[in-house]
């Protein structure tokens, strides 16, 4: 059974319904907010006794508490033809598997979930606003199951339009092999969210290929192949470039506010666990 991971978020949010995270809405809960009069909120059982007593108009005062928020979480997935099961690596299971993680551990905490799949478009079957709804969620699961990845992942650029404008937890999965100008027009789209890209690469691809001597290798995306002569300062090439890229990417989720979580292994609880107590969103 997959592990739920934890996830708090350390800035309040702007929400209005009852939930398990910090908010700046008045209501109840223990949070303290401040006093106010006691007759604009007319709570008896929550009179500030010090701050009446201490008041030199001798104004009742009452306290007021913000209450616990509801958070929408959504994962927008990568469902490009990189991300399909390849012989260097396999990205899809992966995907899979962190849909079930996200889905699980939002609705532990009592929040909702919503999901996104995109390659050059939107793909709509996919499409899962967010729902505290278990059964929906595991329909959207199994379609994901058997979907076909394919093309590329153009539609990216423009995916914050499709999540309403409050401020959610984003988890943006992809191996994120675009275009710069795509991979900022897709920041500055989700610019309003706590985001959390996740790159999803496979280690097999990081480290280059194994043997040595003739091999085919093709872009699942154009279906471009070439053949290259395999031979150490090739390795070396394939995972210094890794590393570039890793490094480049790094830099431009920075810029934007953001902090990567490099998934080159198994999916792992702790990993995610270890990602919100040392970052803030």
Known sequence: MTECFDYRLKRPLRGHYPGGHKSLSQGAGYDFSQTTPFVTTAER?????????????????????????????YLIADCSASMAKQDAGDKSQ?????????????LRQRDRFGFFAVNDRLIESLRL?????????????????????????????GIGRQIPTSSSLVFLV???????TQLDACLNSLRQHRLVPVLLWDRKQMQ???????????????????????RPKLKQAIRESYQAR???????????????????TPYQAQAFNRYFLTHSL
């Open 129 to 157: 606003p967010a729902t505290g709804a278990t059964g929906a969620i595991e329909v959207i699961g199994q379609r994901l199951n058997h979907t076909l990845l394919t093309g590329g992942a153009k539609a990216m650029a």
């Open 45 to 73: 059982s929550r009179l500030a006794l010090r701050d009446s007593l201490l008041d030199p108009f001798q104004n009742l005062k009452v306290k007021v508490f913000r209450q616990p928020s509801r958070l929408d979480v």
């Open 208 to 230: 280059g290929l194994s043997g040595y001597g003739l091999v085919t290798v093709s872009d699942p995306e154009t279906h471009t192949r070439r053949l290259v002569w395999l």
């Open 94 to 106: 992966p995907l899979k598997t962190l849909y079930t993680a996200i889905s699980r551990s939002a």
């Open 174 to 180: 992809s191996d994120f092999h675009w275009p710069t």
């Open 246 to 264: 890793l490094t480049q990417l790094t830099a431009a989720f920075r810029r934007s506010g953001h902090e990567p979580l490099l998934l080159d």
